[in-house]
T-cell receptor, first 114, second 114 residues
């Protein structure tokens, strides 16, 4: 089955730690995205990548970093500079850059800071 | 800048009643519009999308939405609510200045009362 996988499903971080969230897709999609979801605030874009080895900051990139070394993988690192990282993180992809293309979402990773 | 508003952060309907979830957008150019559904602790799933082919769009699970340019609206409806429709619903827009991003509304939580 084609789709997007995110791991882990739940992640706990201590203060001052960096953690990396995995996102893998086997849909052969060009573009990939990372969103943060907080209660009552919808989805906010962290980073996105339209091709391999290239990515752009979204609306709330501070304290996060990404890489896109392979088409199918787009890992997100939450650094210690992110002061309030507790949230639900969603990875998504789209098949190309057409504006009519919908996004396909992974199941999400819930990050909690201890 | 583009934006999406969803009137009512929480909507309750009785089982079998009409579902109406409101979405208004601001865009300087004709946009592409989407409705997504999210069940608890899961990723988002596409319900339907408007791509200018027809103003009345039919989606999955009996949902449909009508694009009204004069009202800049894209409200989601379903004639008869089912218990399984209880979820969070997000309206999203793409196009114009933010052509490479999707702008999500804050979401509407739908409760279905038996």
């Amino acid at each position: 089955d084609g789709g997007i996988t995110q791991s882990p499903k739940y992640l706990f971080r201590k203060e001052g730690q960096n953690v990396t969230l995995s996102c893998e897709q086997n849909l052969n999609h060009d573009a990939m995205y990372w969103y943060r979801q907080d209660p009552g605030q919808g989805l906010r874009l962290i980073y996105y990548s339209q091709i391999v080895n290239d990515f752009q900051k979204g609306d709330i990139a501070e304290g996060y970093s990404v890489s896109r070394e392979k088409k199918e993988s787009f890992p997100l690192t939450v650094t210690s500079a992110q002061k309030n990282p507790t949230a639900f993180y969603l990875c998504a992809s789209t098949p190309g850059t057409g504006l009519y293309n919908e996004q396909f979402f992974g199941p999400g990773t819930r990050l909690t800071v201890l | 800048a583009q934006s999406v508003t969803q009137l009512g952060s929480h909507v309750s309907v009785s089982e079998g009643a009409l579902v109406l979830l409101r979405c208004n957008y601001s865009s300087s150019v004709p946009p592409y519009l989407f409705w997504y559904v999210q069940y608890p602790n899961q990723g988002l799933q596409l319900l339907l999308k408007y791509t200018s082919a027809a103003t009345l769009v039919k989606g999955i699970n009996g949902f449909e939405a009508e694009f009204k340019k004069s009202e800049t609206s894209f409200h989601l409806t379903k004639p008869s609510a089912h218990m399984s429709d209880a979820a969070e619903y997000f309206c999203a827009v793409r196009g114009g200045a933010s052509y490479d991003k999707v702008i999500f509304g804050p979401g509407t939580s739908l409760s279905v009362i038996p």
